[in-house]
């Protein structure tokens, strides 16, 4: 699927969303994020996120003091899922421009400039914040 064919979904109005389930251990509790899912409209959001609410349910009381808290926030997000399209988007059009280089180093083989055409890349910022 395309970025275009993407932002065509979009429009009509379907989403990326996570669903957050919880695990605790008696003192301990950990709030997780399930991968991202893409939801067309018409599609269930409940039926992605039935396994998460399932595993909070089972495993997500017994922690205290955060192990209900957590759990509760994780029912809700069960059953609507985090809306995170814009994160997602925002991601998608940093990389849209960029060309496969597999000479390129710590970035997958793709060559993402950094903004080093404008004098602005992480290395520039890295050195002129050291240099301050």
């Known amino acids: 699927m395309s970025v275009n064919d993407i932002r065509r979904e979009l429009d009509n109005g379907a989403?990326?969303?996570?669903?957050?389930?919880?695990i605790s251990l008696l003192?301990?509790?950990?709030?997780?994020?399930?991968?991202?899912?893409f939801v067309k409209p018409g599609d269930a959001k409940i039926a992605k996120g039935w396994p998460y609410?399932?595993?909070?349910?089972?495993?997500?009381?017994?922690?205290l003091p955060w192990g209900p808290i957590y759990t509760f926030q994780a029912?809700?997000?069960?059953?609507?899922?985090?809306?995170?399209t814009d994160e997602v988007?925002?991601?998608?059009?940093?990389?849209?421009?960029?060309?496969?280089?597999?000479?390129?180093?710590?970035?997958g083989g793709y060559n993402l400039d950094n903004g080093r055409n404008n004098g602005y890349g992480m290395n520039?910022?890295?050195?002129?914040?050291?240099?301050?």
């Open 53 to 63: 609410f399932l595993i909070s349910l089972i495993m997500g009381w017994w922690g």
């Open 27 to 37: 003192v301990v509790s950990y709030k997780r994020s399930s991968s991202i899912h």
């Open 75 to 84: 029912f809700y997000y069960a059953f609507a899922g985090k809306n995170v």
């Open 15 to 22: 989403k990326f969303v996570i669903f957050t389930y919880v």
């Open 89 to 107: 988007m925002a991601s998608l059009s940093l990389t849209e421009g960029a060309q496969y280089d597999e000479n390129a180093t710590n970035t």
């Open 124 to 132: 520039d910022m890295i050195n002129r914040n050291n240099q301050e």
